[in-house]
């Protein structure tokens, strides 16, 4: 009896292995690797790195390099909002291919951060993902034009004396260049320099000039340039450098109650203008020499809010 049970448990582990065996045959093959996405990005500068930097109005060019064990069926982008899917057709890929390169063009049309995801679907319904992100920002302010050496003199009986000063031509003008020609120049007047007993030295508007009657003169136009002194530091004025950095500074400064003439001057002051059509600047005073003989002058610069 012993013998037989020793025989069947032999013959039962034999039956066990094979039993094993059968079912190792059995079992699934290992599924393709799920798709991997390489995405890299560029503009007409160079290479764009996830999360670098851009501004706005740049063209991104982004590519997605597929890799799909399983087969190559599509890719999709998306910034949250929209999206664009492009497939094995659209990108002529044959039925188990098994890589992809897709492009896309964006462009940047405000500041903000672009934070783009991609999916690649292979044919076995498998997907995969990436991500990269742009930052686009504001295009930074461009040197705002500055106007230097500007010399005026005070006024002479000789209406010789340059002592007017035009901003759009950055130019000065005597009255005699105003007078003494047909073409039209009184309009391109904007201020002018003058030394009095008890104003100093000092700029007007031609509607208040106080010194000659202009209207008189025939100047057919008398412009209203407001002009009025500032808390600006001749240090501070310095700082303003962008075009932004001026408008910031125009923008604290109320003009409602000033008028075309300021008096009293001295090196160092800044002072503010605007002229008919508008447009507003600084003047910092430099050098004042003299008074009001032929040897009277001031010197000034002026910072304006436009572009160098």
Same mark, same amino acid.
């Given at each position: 009896?012993?013998?037989?049970?020793?025989?069947?448990?032999?013959?039962?582990?034999? *039956?066990? =292995?094979?039993?094993?065996?059968?079912?190792? $045959? &059995? %079992?699934?093959?290992?599924?393709? @690797?799920?798709?991997? /996405?390489?995405?890299?990005?560029?503009?007409?500068?160079?290479?764009?790195?996830?999360?670098?930097?851009?501004?706005?109005?740049?063209?991104?060019?982004?590519?997605?390099?597929?890799?799909?064990?399983?087969?190559?069926?599509?890719?999709?982008?998306?910034?949250?909002?929209?999206?664009?899917?492009?497939?094995?057709?659209?990108?002529?890929?044959?039925?188990?291919?098994?890589?992809?390169?897709?492009?896309?063009?964006?462009?940047?049309?405000?500041? *903000?951060? =672009?934070?783009?995801?991609?999916?690649?679907? $292979? &044919? %076995?319904?498998?997907?995969?993902? @990436?991500?990269?992100? /742009?930052?686009?920002?504001?295009?930074?302010?461009?040197?705002?034009?500055?106007?230097?050496?500007?010399?005026?003199?005070?006024?002479?009986?000789?209406?010789?004396?340059?002592?007017?000063?035009?901003?759009?031509?950055?130019?000065?003008?005597?009255?005699?260049?105003?007078?003494?020609?047909?073409?039209?120049?009184?309009?391109?007047?904007?201020?002018?320099?003058?030394?009095?007993?008890?104003?100093?030295?000092?700029?007007?508007?031609?509607?208040?000039?106080? =010194?000659?009657?202009?209207?008189?003169?025939?100047?057919?136009?008398?412009?209203?340039?407001?002009?009025?002194?500032?808390?600006?530091?001749?240090?501070?004025?310095?700082?303003?450098?962008?075009?932004?950095?001026?408008?910031?500074?125009?923008?604290?400064?109320?003009?409602?109650?000033?008028?075309?003439?300021?008096?009293?001057?001295?090196?160092?002051?800044?002072?503010?203008?605007?002229?008919?059509?508008?447009?507003?600047?600084?003047?910092?005073?430099?050098?004042?020499?003299?008074?009001?003989?032929?040897?009277?002058?001031?010197?000034?610069?002026?910072?304006?809010?436009?572009?160098?």
């Amino acid at each position: 009896m012993k013998k037989v049970f020793q025989k069947l448990l032999l013959l039962s582990i034999v *039956g066990s =292995i094979g039993f094993l065996y059968s079912c190792g $045959d &059995d %079992e699934d093959p290992i599924p393709p @690797a799920i798709p991997t /996405i390489n995405v890299s990005a560029s503009t007409a500068d160079g290479v764009l790195t996830d999360g670098g930097e851009v501004i706005v109005g740049t063209t991104v060019t982004i590519t997605a390099a597929v890799t799909s064990e399983g087969g190559f069926n599509a890719v999709t982008i998306s910034n949250g909002s929209d999206s664009d899917t492009q497939t094995r057709t659209d990108l002529g890929v044959e039925a188990g291919g098994t890589s992809a390169t897709a492009v896309w063009e964006i462009e940047t049309d405000q500041a *903000g951060t =672009i934070d783009l995801t991609f999916e690649a679907v $292979d &044919d %076995e319904n498998q997907t995969g993902s @990436a991500s990269f992100s /742009i930052v686009v920002a504001e295009p930074p302010s461009p040197p705002a034009k500055v106007q230097t050496a500007i010399l005026l003199a005070a006024p002479t009986g000789d209406l010789m004396s340059q002592t007017f000063y035009s901003v759009s031509e950055n130019k000065t003008y005597s009255r005699n260049d105003v007078e003494s020609t047909s073409a039209s120049v009184s309009n391109l007047i904007d201020f002018g320099y003058y030394y009095g007993a008890s104003d100093m030295a000092s700029l007007s508007a031609p509607d208040e000039y106080p =010194i000659w009657d202009l209207a008189a003169a025939g100047w057919g136009t008398l412009n209203e340039t407001i002009i009025e002194v500032t808390n600006i530091t001749a240090a501070e004025y310095l700082e303003l450098v962008t075009v932004e950095d001026v408008a910031s500074a125009l923008d604290e400064i109320d003009l409602a109650s000033s008028n075309g003439t300021v008096t009293g001057l001295s090196e160092g002051m800044v002072l503010v203008f605007e002229l008919a059509d508008g447009d507003q600047g600084l003047i910092l005073v430099g050098a004042i020499t003299g008074t009001d003989g032929s040897d009277g002058t001031i010197a000034l610069e002026v910072k304006l809010e436009i572009a160098e």
